[in-house]
């Protein structure tokens, strides 16, 4: 079984910044992507990022391209969501994923909440 851990949400005003981690923890595993995913009240849960673990290359939703940057810390199995430039509609509960395998993210973390107030 593979636990995700998510820290670094908060309050920040409009144009801050904030950082956001995701540690991967569990007996044995192997990661093929990490993804980040948002989930404003009312709303659907949506795509933010991710990162392929083997050679790190990017992936944004349109949302938010240019302002957030996913990187990843492969000695502590850690991915991290950089967030600049942030706004209101960025307000959400954000949660980080764990792809084993292409296709379809088995495990999740418990989520962290991001407002941003204008």
């Known amino acids: 079984q593979v636990q995700l851990g998510e820290s670094g949400g908060g309050l920040v005003q409009s144009g801050g910044s904030l950082r956001l981690s995701c540690a991967a923890s569990?007996?044995?595993?192997?990661?093929?992507?990490m993804g980040w995913f948002r989930q404003a009240p009312g709303k659907e849960r949506e795509f933010a990022a991710h990162?392929?673990?083997?050679?790190?290359?990017?992936y944004y939703a349109d949302s938010v391209k240019g302002r957030f940057t996913i990187s990843r810390d492969d000695a502590k199995n850690t991915v991290y969501l950089q967030m600049n430039s942030l706004k209101p509609e960025d307000t959400a509960v954000y949660y980080c994923?764990?792809?084993?395998?292409?296709?379809?993210?088995?495990?999740w973390g418990q989520g962290t909440q991001v407002t941003v107030s204008s």
């Open positions: 990162i392929r673990w083997i050679g790190g290359s990017t």
């Open positions: 994923a764990l792809a084993a395998r292409p296709g379809r993210y088995e495990y």
């Open positions: 569990g007996r044995t595993f192997s990661i093929y992507t």
